[in-house]
């Protein structure tokens, strides 16, 4: 029902075969997530979905209420307001026990640039791309005139940005050697394999 119409009538040619239980990332720690095995015309039709637990955000607390009652509809108009083209068959549902989630064809095709192989150029290729992604995102969800008015001309922006990026890079070394401190020192427990 959370989809469109035309969508909504290409799921139907699905059935229900399995679902599994899935194992997330750490920022989804704590959360329910599911595989759902549907299937077509036969076992080589086979249509896999996620579905994904979405709680409260963590803004609630400092900003105006959404205007959406149920977090995984929240979860799913924030991804189609970002995404130039979001998954065909996003969308939300609420379960039996009164939890929401949100659903989308399962792609575990996760990739990331090698960095350490990467040339100078390359580098600074790959961190343009990444840029425009970023903000190409922030100019779907935002008011673009606004945000465009607000950065000027200049390059005062971009600087502040990059000094940021570096100041949390120092922060990050200083975490992690104060963590390794910590480990060799026996205040934090940790194996050897991790």
């Not at 979001?86 to 399962?106: H, K, M, T, V």
């Not at 791309?129 to 971009?158: M, N, P, T």
Request: charged share 30%; with cysteine.
């Amino acid at each position: 029902r959370t989809l469109q119409e035309d969508r909504r009538h290409l799921l139907e040619r699905y059935r229900f075969v399995d679902v599994a239980r899935k194992v997330v990332g750490v920022g989804s720690v704590g959360t329910r997530a599911y595989v759902v095995l549907l299937e077509g015309r036969d076992e080589d039709d086979p249509l896999f979905l996620q579905v994904k637990e979405a709680g409260p955000s963590v803004l609630e607390g400092h900003v105006p209420s959404s205007n959406h009652e149920h977090h995984g509809h929240r979860v799913v108009a924030g991804q189609r307001l970002m995404q130039a083209a979001s998954d065909i068959f996003l969308g939300w549902l609420r379960g039996r026990e009164g939890r929401d989630f949100y659903w989308r064809q399962l792609r575990d095709m996760k990739g990331s640039a090698q960095l350490e192989r990467l040339s100078p150029d390359e580098l600074a290729l790959y961190a343009t791309l990444c840029g425009w992604a970023l903000a190409r995102a922030h100019a779907r969800s935002g008011d673009r005139v606004q945000i465009a008015g607000y950065l000027g001309k200049s390059e005062r922006f971009d600087g502040a940005i990059a000094d940021f990026a570096q100041a949390y890079a120092d922060q990050t070394e200083r975490d992690h050697a104060a963590l390794c401190a910590a480990v060799k020192s026996g205040r934090v427990p940790a194996d050897a394999g991790t």
